[in-house]
């Protein structure tokens, strides 16, 4: 296991714990927030997994993930606009 590989491992449960609590917990302010960091977090794991297992086509998947992550935020936010 190498250092990547290895932060990867640290990050996802230290880096994904915290907002998926918030997005089953919170208000959805905060689920919507929670959405978005646990998003970015799984980007930048997908980015240090593709480094440690040393596959550059591994990067597609983050850079997808990167991409539509902000998009999926504002559907949901829009379709929870009238809920108040």
Do not use: H, K
Not at 3 to 14: S, T
Not at 21 to 39: D, T, Y
Request: hydrophobic share 60%.
């Amino acid at each position: 296991m190498n250092a990547w590989l290895l932060a990867a491992a640290f990050l996802v449960p230290g880096g994904l714990v915290p907002p998926l609590w918030l997005a089953c917990r919170g208000p959805v302010e905060q689920r919507i927030a929670a959405m978005s960091l646990a998003s970015t977090v799984m980007a930048a794991v997908f980015l240090l997994l593709t480094e440690g297992f040393g596959r550059p086509a591994y990067i597609d998947v983050a850079l997808v993930l990167a991409v539509l992550a902000p998009v999926g935020t504002l559907v949901f936010a829009r379709c929870v606009e009238g809920d108040d």
